[in-house]
């Protein structure tokens, strides 16, 4: 199946709009959601004579009620969604017990609260029509937790990973498909100042996930070389290797 109606959250900059690239290349229709609605125009002008449609809003998905009006909006614009791509991420934190609490929280807020919040309205619209293809982005860093700065970030996504699991079993054999992507370093403003010698270029990264996404794999780590090796590793790695990995 091809979706053709795709909606992508973060699509303002970084793998958001590394995607929406690909697939307007494609010829596909998109919905285009971010913070920063300068860059989502400026977007939208250039991909509008490959993509067939591109509508763009405003959004913010710590702003729960927001989430469903705005998916809403789309979908009405669209005339429908086959896929939404949940993508909208925060990468900021501290080292727990340092008094920078908030930012912890506020990468909480945005990547699980927020991802579970655009999973509701997702869902809610594939309930309605019956068909859909959800893919929550979510992190290698989700198998193992992270230390110091990265451990709300490694949290919020293995919380990400965990409600696409609970809704793969619910949902399977239905018309409705769930895909959980584990991406690893991938350079994007997130990553910028990671030291590794495992960063996968932007463009590179985001072929792999296009190619993961369009699959529909039930998970998918990204790229797959090397990081799925390093996925299964990481389960039985003791902590003082399995920390320099990820």
Known sequence: MTREKILITGASSGLGEGMARRFAAQGRSLGLAARRLDRLEALAAELSGQAKQVAVAPLDVTDVAAVPRVFGELAETLGGVDRVIVNA???????????????????????????????????????????????????????????????????????????????????????????????????????????????????????????????????????????KPIAAALHHLPDALSAKLV
């Open 89 to 227: 991420g925060l990468g900021k934190g501290a080292p727990i017990g340092t008094g920078h609490a908030a930012a912890n929280i506020e990468t909480i807020q945005t990547n699980l609260v927020g991802a579970l919040a655009q999973a509701e309205a997702a869902m809610e619209i594939f309930r309605a029509q019956n068909h859909g293809h959800l893919v929550l982005v979510s992190s290698i860093s989700a198998i193992r937790g992270l230390p110091k700065a990265q451990a709300a970030y490694s949290a919020s996504k293995a919380g990400v990973s965990a409600l696409g699991q609970g809704l793969q079993a619910e949902l399977a054999g239905s018309p409705i498909t769930v895909t959980v992507l584990l991406p690893g370093y991938i350079e994007t403003d997130i990553n910028r100042g990671v030291k590794t010698t495992m960063m996968t270029d932007t463009d590179a990264g985001v072929d792999a996930m296009v190619k993961a996404i369009e699959a529909e794999p039930r998970r998918a780590e990204v790229p797959a070389w090397p990081w």
